[in-house]
């Protein structure tokens, strides 16, 4: 009786370790990503960036290959005329 009431307490303690640790990890990941995820400034900043270096991602994007019709997609839905 005794060796079973050991075995569920040291079932009972691992479980709540894991729980521990699945909401610490969970946490730490909201923290890492912000707290709403990607916010509106943060897209602005990232198609300003785009933006800013079109010419050198195109040339990029050409050289390794992605069709110019790709090239022309991306750059309409950067600009915002694939709204869709």
């Given at each position: ?12 303690v ?18 890492a990503?912000?707290e ?30 992605m ?5 022309a997609?991306v ?10």
């Open positions: 009786m005794i060796t079973s009431g050991a075995l569920l307490l040291l079932v009972l691992t479980v709540v370790i894991c729980v521990a640790g699945i909401v610490v990890v969970g946490r730490a990941r909201r923290v990503r912000g709403h995820g990607e916010g509106p400034a943060s897209r602005d900043d990232t198609k300003r960036l785009l933006t800013e270096n079109w010419a050198l991602i195109e040339q990029t994007a050409s050289d390794t290959g069709s110019e019709n790709k090239i997609r750059r309409a839905n950067l600009a915002g005329l694939d709204q869709g």
